[in-house]
């Protein structure tokens, strides 16, 4: 509930402004679920959670709802979040008052913790791929209410005894949702004509790298104890692009493709500690980002940001970009070549690793120092 109080503004106006006290209840209702599966937060003043982390407007408050499927999971790991991801942020504007510029600059930001929430169940290892989440985050500065949601949970004001809808639910009659779920099962199809098998894809991929495959890249099926070969875990290298600081590295990664490839992109690792704004301390790359003339993204997609539509700006298959931007089509030659332009061209919206980014940012002579040094340090492989 939001409380009105009275304030002179302290000039010679005597028009009175309005600033809320905010409280706020909550109730949880397992269901029909045998278990529940749900989370929610409640922060009724924002400002003292964060600290010194950030400025914001006062007074300030965060709530949110996640409607875990397949588990809890997914929705106990963003609710733990939830303040990182979307608050402990540099990018999350910092003002100590409401205007139509932040008000901007917060639904950006709010985009951009959605993907990050995402990105972040996608590098989290202990949590299942079927487990996924909705979300709904509901976030008070001032006289201001902002709503943002992902999903088909639901967000109602009550002015005056009328219900005001303030969310709209994503799902298949939502033209966007409708088109998600056409793409998925086209490609279930396409998994279930080719056996389900991922092996049998993977042996087709290696024919066609041997015969076929750009020059000094390498990619080939890694090689058990016992001699064999391992498809499903495959061995590169992608050389540094020529005219650029990454020219003349030679950079190992790691491919592990699931059972359920096709249909899902497999993971990409460098080794760990590898210096990229757009790398995961770990060494994982974050997909999401990649060269759109190649792969406009690759990351797996969580029940979470179904609804998040990526700008298709440019093809970098045949037909029409899925929302989430994977197709089964995609090829291990356009994967690598589309990590090779991700090198020499990071995003620094989509940040992976602090100090990458930050030097991205704000030291550019020393982030090419020390693309170089680590350029050093992966010479070629004679």
């Keep these: 509930m939001v409380h009105g109080v009275k304030q002179e503004d302290g000039c010679d106006s005597s028009v009175p402004v309005y600033v809320p006290t905010i409280r706020s209840g909550s109730y949880a209702d397992i269901g029909p679920k045998r278990f529940m599966e749900d989370e929610h937060i409640c922060v009724d003043d924002l400002s003292s959670q964060v600290g010194c982390l950030s400025e914001l407007p006062n007074p300030s408050a965060f709530y949110a709802v996640f409607d875990g499927h397949g588990g809890s999971e997914a929705a106990t790991y963003v609710k733990q979040n939830a303040i990182r991801l979307f608050f402990e942020d540099d990018k999350f504007p910092q003002t100590s008052e409401v205007n139509s510029v932040y008000v901007e600059e917060v639904k950006s930001s709010l985009r951009n913790a959605f993907l990050q929430a995402d990105l972040a169940l996608a590098e989290e290892g202990s949590i299942s791929s079927s487990s996924g989440t909705t979300a709904l985050a509901a976030l008070i500065f001032g006289r201001l209410l902002m709503v943002a949601n992902a999903g088909d949970c639901r967000a109602v004001l009550c002015r005056k005894g009328r219900a005001i809808e303030m969310s709209h639910d994503h799902r298949p009659?939502?033209?966007?949702?409708?088109?998600?779920?056409?793409?998925?099962?086209?490609?279930?199809?396409?998994?279930?004509?080719?056996?389900?098998?991922?092996?049998?894809?993977?042996?087709?991929?290696?024919?066609?790298?041997?015969?076929?495959?750009?020059?000094?890249?390498?990619?080939?099926?890694?090689?058990?104890?016992?001699?064999?070969?391992?498809?499903?875990?495959?061995?590169?290298?992608i050389p540094g692009k020529s005219g650029t600081d990454w020219e003349g590295g030679f950079y190992p990664l790691t491919?592990?493709?699931?059972?359920?490839?096709?249909?899902?992109?497999?993971?990409?690792?460098?080794?760990?500690?590898?210096?990229?704004?757009?790398?995961?301390?770990?060494?994982?790359?974050?997909?999401?980002?990649?060269?759109?003339?190649?792969?406009?993204?690759?990351?797996h997609c969580f029940v979470l940001l179904r609804a998040n539509v990526l700008k298709e700006k440019k093809k970098a298959l045949q037909g029409s970009l899925t929302p989430q931007g994977w197709r089964p089509a995609i090829t291990v030659k356009q994967i690598l070549v589309g990590i090779q332009d991700l090198l020499d061209e990071p995003n620094p919206n989509d940040p992976a690793q602090t100090e990458g980014y930050q030097l991205f940012v704000q030291d550019k002579n020393e982030y090419k120092r020390r693309v170089k040094q680590q350029a050093k340090q992966y010479p070629t492989v004679v």
């Design 255 to 299: 491919l592990n493709f699931s059972e359920d490839y096709p249909s899902k992109p497999p993971k990409c690792k460098f080794p760990q500690g590898f210096f990229h704004p757009n790398v995961y301390p770990s060494g994982t790359v974050c997909l999401s980002i990649l060269n759109e003339d190649y792969v406009t993204t690759l990351h």
């Design 173 to 237: 009659i939502n033209l966007l949702e409708r088109r998600r779920a056409i793409w998925a099962i086209e490609a279930k199809q396409t998994e279930v004509m080719s056996g389900g098998i991922a092996r049998g894809r993977l042996t087709e991929e290696r024919k066609a790298w041997r015969k076929n495959h750009p020059h000094a890249f390498v990619a080939k099926p890694e090689t058990s104890s016992d001699g064999t070969n391992n498809l499903m875990v495959w061995q590169c290298i």
